[in-house]
């Protein structure tokens, strides 16, 4: 209740200044209407110092710019005696926008080169807004003829806000993001319609007047909200499509927007509006390059995961699969050899017990990569099998190149002198070796190497156990 108090208080207040204050009104309701934004500023900052600045910066940021449009129009008004506000406090105005454009349009999670066209964008946009508000304004004023114009700027730019503060509410599954995106959609909402009414109906009345109270309603709600607000109630029911779809859209804010500036402009300066376009165009194209090839990484990233063992580096089972079935398939359509190599490490169980999991986890990362160094041909292919064991296929090997590979990696992995527990004091492995035979399946192929491998560790480990080819 407290919280709701001193809202009410403010207005109670401004309302009294208003009544009491006689000529000098106008002066004193300007400066609460500078007063509102700027509680609802710091607020704003509060809340991003609590529960992290992604959105909450840029309400921070807007504010100031809009009380600096009031301002401006103080400075204007009372102290330069014009008769409407100037182009400065009308620029402010719209230019409070573009932070919360760019905290729509931009995700804080992607990449920075991509924040960075965003920012690109939103920088240009501003330009834009220049350019369009002194088209039809000056320091001094605005003509009645281009009231039209300057409201019509403002229907858009809070239309736009609001309408995307809306769209991502209902696709947003992060609830310390959505409650930002609920107070932004709600402070909006109340934001376009005051706008609305104050620019169409009382456009003419003088500031000190009854309608500036309803002026303060959104940044007076903004306050509340940001200080009362929690990190997201319970989130509407969504589908991942319509989330996903949001999500992919919410840079085209930026573009969009630039794009219906630059049209706004086409009657006063043709070449500004096209140059809009294209960088509209460009800009979003460049973002959309930026996205694509983060894809294509995280792509090669998952393709990576999926294929390869996170221990050891080398292929994992379900790429060992892949891969025999492949090669045996080759075989019956063209012909050819193929090998495969059976490694178990000897002792493994020992090792560990001793020794503790975390030196049996660099032993098998030692032994795959002696593994991977003695297959040297570009088809052969090394894989973690499950455990302490390994295959190794070999495309195109005859036996006696298999038999020699097999060895190599005995003497290989032996040769490392890796400390073990074992009889020998250093680790070895035992190896079966088996032959692909004329139409011969995946599964029969391995059990034929296991038996082998099993064959060289009855026969005392630390050597190549070679398996009869099937049908011979």
Known sequence: MRVVAWPLAFLLLHALLIGLAGDEAESVSLHMLI?????????????????????????AIAMPLWAGGMAASMVSIVWLSAQGEGGASILLYVLYGVPLIFALASPADEPWPVRLVDGVLAAALGYFFFRYVFTQSTLSGTGDGNIAAIRLLFDLENAYIAAFALIRLLAC?????????????????????????????????????????????????????AIIGGEGQAMMRTGRRFAHVVRAGS???LPATLLTVSALLLRQDAGLAVAGCIMATLGYGLRSILVQLRSYDEQDRLERLSHFDGLTGVANRRRFDEMLRRELARMRRQGGALALIMVDIDHFKLLNDHHGHLVG?????????TLAACARRGGDLVARYGGEEFAVLLPGADAV??????ERMRAAVEGRVLVSPAPDGVVTVSIGLAQAGAGEEAQALVDRADRALYDAKRGGRNRV????????
């Open 35 to 59: 007063a509102a934004p700027m509680m609802a500023g710091l607020a704003c900052l509060w809340r991003g110092w609590r529960d992290g600045w992604e959105g909450w910066a840029a309400l």
């Open 361 to 369: 986890d660099a032993r098998l990362q030692e032994v795959a990569a």
């Open 401 to 406: 190149e298999a038999a020699e590979v097999a």
């Open 251 to 253: 840079p085209l804010l």
């Open 465 to 472: 156990g070679v398996a009869v080819i099937a049908g011979a």
């Open 173 to 225: 599954q992060d609830a310390r993001f959505r409650g930002f995106l609920r107070t932004l959609c709600l402070y909006a909402a109340a934001y376009l319609l005051v706008a609305f009414y104050i620019n169409h109906f009382e456009w003419q009345t003088a500031f000190g007047s009854w309608p500036d109270l309803m002026i303060d309603l959104p940044f007076l709600m903004l306050a509340v909200l």
